[in-house]
């Protein structure tokens, strides 16, 4: 094969480069996600939709999600009155929710609307707090996954200055079928072999 016609061939994803074409869009910068399609694809609604927009999804490989923090938030109400404090439990959920929209996206369109269950939270870290007027950036990439079970990393930024880190498991679920997923023995090796460990948390 001559040298212009191998580079044909590599541009429309042929034999000469597997890689090519859309399946090789894994780990290639992707398009935005807005609000109506983060909706489509997860279930929450306020007051726990917890991202206002993807502003990179790389397929099958990573996102990062943005959620502006307002004032209006009803959980400032409560925590703290006159010094408002997002709870880090929050940011942790905001990382789910990210890549809750990942997992869609890679799956696809029959995928939309599932529930992901948390199953494990390791190496969670708050560097700092967030506060109203602070927009997170929520750096979300795969580690792994088998089955219906996915292993993430996920920092979430403010300014560039990282304010949480952590590590989590999360099984994806058809909520008509999610009981019974949960108690399937296979599942269970499943997820005992892709070393992702423990049960689903609602």
Known sequence: MDGATKQDAERQGSPANPKAGPQAETGAPGSTVDIA????????????????????????????????????????????PGHPVMPGVLIIESMAQTAAVLVVQTL???????????????????????????????????????????????VARVDGVSVAEATFAAMIMDRATEDAAAQDGAAQDGMADSGLTGGPQR
């Not at 502006?68 to 109400?77: G, K, L």
């Open 108 to 154: 696809g369109p029959g995928a939309a609307g599932k529930v992901v269950y948390f199953m494990s939270i390791e190496n969670a870290k708050f560097r700092r707090p967030v506060v109203p007027g602070d927009q997170l950036r929520i750096h979300v990439a795969k580690e792994r996954h088998r089955g219906n079970v996915w292993k993430f990393s996920a």
């Open 37 to 80: 399609a983060i909706q489509h694809a997860i279930p929450h609604r306020y007051p726990f939709l917890l991202i206002d927009r993807i502003v990179e999804m790389r397929h099958n490989h990573s996102a990062i999600g943005v959620k502006n923090v307002s004032i209006n938030e009803n959980y400032f109400q409560g925590h703290f």
